[in-house]
C-alpha cells in the first residue's frame, strides 16, 4: 500500500489545481481505512490546523451513497478566509459552496463515549460559516474511500461571528443558502446527523480511536446543510441561519 505516494499525487493536484481521476481505479486495495491513512499523511504535511469538518451527515446522503455513518477531515489553517475577502477562484479547480453551522470549542473535549449534550457544553459559541470544496477528483466523481483520502474535498472556509449556543435550538433554526441574489436551497439545523451537535458528537468518538480529540479553540464544520454550489469570477453566495445571521462570500 503506497499511502505515501497517494498522498503525494493528491498533494501534487491540488497545488497544481489540476484533476486527477479516481485513486480506487488504478488502486482497488484502497478503502476507507487506507483513505484515512493518506488523509493523515496529508494532514502532518499541512502545517496548523484551524479544526475539523464532517461530511455525509444527511441521512438520506448516506442511503444514497451506501454508507452508515458521516466522514471526515481537517481544516488547514491557511485555508481561513476573512469576513469580506473575497475567493480567489483561479487558486482551485472547480470550487463549490455550501452553508454551515459552526462550532467553537471552549475546552478540550475527547473519549469514546462523547455526547451531543457534551458538545453543547464544550462549546464556546457556533457561527453561520461557508465552506469551499474543492474536489481533486474530476467531475467530482469518486468513492468514500477517494473523497476520504482527499481530505473531504476540504479547501477554504469563512466563518461568522460566534454566536452563545444557549437558548438556541440547532435542529430547528431554518437555513436559506443564495447563489447571485436567488434562493437555491432551504433546510433546518437537523439536516446534520438529526442535530448538528450530534455530527459534532460523532467525530469526537472517532478521534478518540486514534487516540486524538477536539482541542479548545478549534472550530467545527458540523456538515453541510444543501447541496454544494459550483461557483465562477463574480459570483457571490450568501448562508443566513435563524438566530446565528448571515454570511457572504464573493468570488474572484
Avoid at 484502497?30 to 499523511?41: C, F, H, N, S, T
Avoid at 448516506?62 to 491557511?78: C, K, N, R, T, W
Avoid at 464556546?124 to 461557508?130: K, N, P, R
Avoid at 436551497?185 to 469526537?204: E, I, R
Wanted: overall charge negative; proline content about 6%.
Amino acid at each position: 500500500m503506497d499511502i505515501s505516494g497517494l498522498a503525494t499525487r493528491l498533494a501534487e493536484a491540488e497545488a497544481g489545481r489540476t484533476a486527477i481521476g479516481r485513486l480506487t481505479d488504478q488502486h482497488p486495495w484502497l478503502d476507507i481505512p487506507a483513505g484515512y491513512r493518506v488523509q493523515r499523511e496529508l494532514r502532518t504535511a499541512a502545517g496548523p490546523i484551524a479544526g475539523w469538518k464532517l461530511g455525509v451527515t444527511s441521512r438520506a446522503k448516506q442511503a444514497q451513497v451506501g454508507v452508515s455513518d458521516p466522514i471526515y477531515g481537517f481544516l488547514p489553517a491557511a485555508g481561513a478566509l476573512d469576513m469580506g475577502a473575497p475567493l480567489d477562484t483561479s487558486a482551485l479547480i472547480q470550487p463549490r459552496c455550501e452553508p454551515e453551522i459552526v462550532f467553537v470549542l471552549g475546552r478540550d473535549l475527547a473519549g469514546p463515549r462523547v455526547t451531543a449534550a457534551d458538545v453543547l457544553a464544550a462549546t464556546s459559541g457556533v457561527a453561520v460559516g461557508i465552506e469551499v470544496l474543492d474536489s481533486r477528483f474530476r467531475d467530482y466523481s469518486f468513492t468514500m474511500a477517494d473523497v476520504i483520502a482527499d481530505n473531504t474535498s476540504a479547501s477554504r472556509f469563512v466563518v461568522g461571528a460566534p454566536r452563545p449556543e444557549a437558548g438556541i435550538d440547532l435542529r430547528l433554526v431554518g437555513v436559506v443558502f443564495e447563489h447571485n441574489g436567488v434562493v437555491v436551497a432551504t433546510a433546518s439545523g437537523a439536516a446534520s446527523l438529526g442535530h448538528p451537535a450530534a455530527a459534532v458528537a460523532w467525530l469526537a468518538r472517532q478521534l478518540a480511536t486514534e487516540g486524538e480529540g477536539l482541542l479548545a479553540g478549534q472550530i467545527v464544520l458540523s456538515g453541510g446543510l444543501t447541496a454544494a454550489v459550483p461557483v465562477t469570477p463574480g459570483d457571490v453566495v450568501t448562508a443566513t441561519i435563524d438566530r446565528l445571521g448571515s454570511i457572504e462570500l464573493a468570488c474572484r
